[in-house]
């Protein structure tokens, strides 16, 4: 298995291909065939849907059509025509279906209206099938090479690559699925397809039509929901491109448009922005003080240490060891403990300057706030678990924390526990989506945002309506050794749908005194990934512990992160590996960019790859695009950087070579040509020195720019001249 992170500088994505995706559409008979670039890419099957206890298709007469009309439409993705068809059973349900093929864009829309609703739905309270199916689609070679790529179980980190083939299982049901991806093996050619709503109560699951020989793939609402009102839509999306992230892309911006989700809240979470300090599980005062008496003499040695290092950490994170706990270890109340906090949580905050990133988990059946415990809000209890179902709830819990902690950011852990074991979130159709709609509109009216950890997909497809939600953990818990820095194929969904992926927190040196966990033999590594990521940045030492050079590597001198534009992805390549067994690199291949200017290259224009060591020093150049070779290795990675050559300049612009993003959008705001010259624009805290490296390709020599950062906190690079000023 290989390493390699690419770090591309001031590039940005290729364009996709426009794509064939297209339909067409029997009207006899409701059924269709979806077609990209001309070919037939798959064949319907069967239409169903489940009501008191039976199960209607229209394979076996069951659900009979009746009728057929076709109307144009439009919405937020633009002009579509749309081809209905009403389905009747044979005691008189009425189930219409639609297609709308959009006129400008490569969509597909897929719609179910449960016209007269259903009731007794539930598959025997199964959570692997669907309670109706459409669309559906028969599994078949059809002659094509295709892959499949599909999200499962928690963080959505476990990504299954495939052969798309009859004889391959496909994941679905409860812990994932979707989105499904299918790719071919040429990578021109992509389609993703996922729920458009219904987020929390959508499914797809694989079954065996009795009219094909082979099996089909159905979307639809999971099938532990029972009851659907009367004229519900439930919507799936397919959408076509060329490659993998891309197609991922196009998918992602099309559902935060749907929901006029844009970035503003990511972009203005100050946790996503600065340093900080963690202490969750793999931390080393996670449920653990070394040698102090409470977690407040902890915290304050641990700012006090980082003062005398020189250390920016400009929030900290509180885990789960310092509220009340009830029943089966769940939330009984939100409230710190004085074994943990002997002053409160606000005197740590008041004396570190610290706004606080909480942690909470899932409510105990015995929690403080229910009524049926003698609270004043409305919960549903089931078991050992509860959960919330009352919005003045929210606004009470997150502003009383935000008035009296200095509450920041709210991080909603333990949420496919919650989903799994508390049954009526499998039955209700719109608990799930209540849920988290109550908790993010609390924290958008009070300026809180959102991290979601734990999540299963279908966590994080429900956050395109959540402008709150600005953070989703992408990984395992951190152990010193462990593989949870795997996280470039769940980076392409947390950025698709506009979330900053957090790879959780990490050591920066191996042995520390008083840890109770083991020795981090890859800490570089762990940092690299952490930066690469786009997402919070979290060292978890304790006291004296840090590496202060490799934690400096990621953020400027005032703490705020040093971040690429795209986070690190897998490259699309590897997927065809993966699938097919040839067509790419066998191991984890990443690749990030940084835009910094307003002009998008559609190809790579002349550039060189370099690789460098953190000191400013320059391992090697070469011309790109050529060959990079990967040598085989483990843990021990490799990270190239690739830089354009600006213009007639023959100059590259390096950038900061004692960085990991040698050149971030965050420290290079804009890039401006002036005939054969060139200006950098750049920020950075007063009085910080930033060494800038350009290359010149002319004398394949490097060269050194000082740049003292003014009061202002702005100043200019000037190239060729190779000059620093404010500006």
Known sequence: MALWVAALLLLAASA???????????????????????TVWFNSGPVMVRNAGKRYSSEDGSLLLKSHMEIPGEDAWGQFNSTSFEWQTYDGLNFVTYINR??????????????????????????????????????????????????????????????????????GGIDGGTPLV??????????????????????????????????????GIISSVDTVPPEYYFKTVMVGGQNVTGTMETWGELLRALYKKDDTARRNDFTNNYLGYWTDNGACYYYNTGTYPNYEEVLLAVKSNADQQGIPFRYLQIDSWWYYKGVA?????????????????????????????????????????????????DFVIEGDYA???????WQFLLSSSQRDWDLWVYEQDWLYTIYNDLPALQRDLFLGRDWLLQMGKAAAELGITIQYCMPWTRHILQSVEIPSVTQVRVSDDYQPGNYQWVIGDTTILAHAVGLAAFKDDFHTTGVQSHCQFGTEQYPALEAYVAALSGGPVGPSDTVGGANKTLIMATCMSDGRLLKPTRPAMSLDSTFLYRAFGSGGPNGLVYAAFTEVTWWTCHIFPPSVAFTYDLTGK?????????????????????????APLLGSSGMALLG?????????????????????????????????????TVYVHSSRTTQTVTCNMPSSGTAVLNLPELTCSSY
């Open 16 to 38: 996709d291909a426009k794509s064939g995706l297209d339909v067409s559409i029997d009207e006899g008979d409701g059924s269709y065939e979806i077609l990209m670039s001309g």
């Open 387 to 393: 959960l919330p179902n009352d919005s003045s709830f």
């Open 618 to 642: 320059v391992l090697a150049v070469q011309d790109f695009p050529s060959t990079i070779t990967i040598a085989p290795c483990t843990r021990n990675f490799q990270y190239y950087a690739i």
């Open 656 to 692: 900061e070579l004692n960085k990991m993003i040698p050149v971030s959008e965050t420290r290079f705001v804009q890039v401006e040509q002036f005939g054969p010259a060139f200006a950098a624009y750049l920020v950075g805290a007063p009085g910080e020195v930033v060494v800038i």
């Open 102 to 171: 959009y006129v400008n864009a490569p969509i597909l829309v897929f719609a179910q209206e449960f016209t007269d609703g259903v009731r007794g739905a539930s598959a025997n309270n199964l959570t692997n099938e669907t309670i109706s199916s459409f669309p559906t689609l028969l599994i078949e070679e059809l002659g094509l090479n295709r892959g499949s790529l599909t999200y499962n179980s928690a963080f959505a980190q476990y990504v299954s690559v495939d052969e798309w083939s009859p004889s391959v299982p496909l994941n």
């Open 329 to 377: 270890n769940g939330v009984k109340n939100w409230t710190a403990m004085p074994s943990i906090f002997p002053n409160g949580i606000d005197n740590v905050v008041q004396k570190t300057g610290w706004p606080i990133l909480a942690h909470n988990r899932y409510w105990s059946a015995d929690t403080d706030y229910a009524k049926q415990n003698g609270g004043q809000y």
């Open 182 to 219: 299918i790719f071919d093996s040429a990578m021109q050619n992509t389609v993703v397809i996922s729920p458009a709503n219904t987020f929390m109560a959508a499914s797809q699951s694989t079954w065996q039509p009795k009219t094909s020989s082979s099996p089909a793939v159905g979307f």
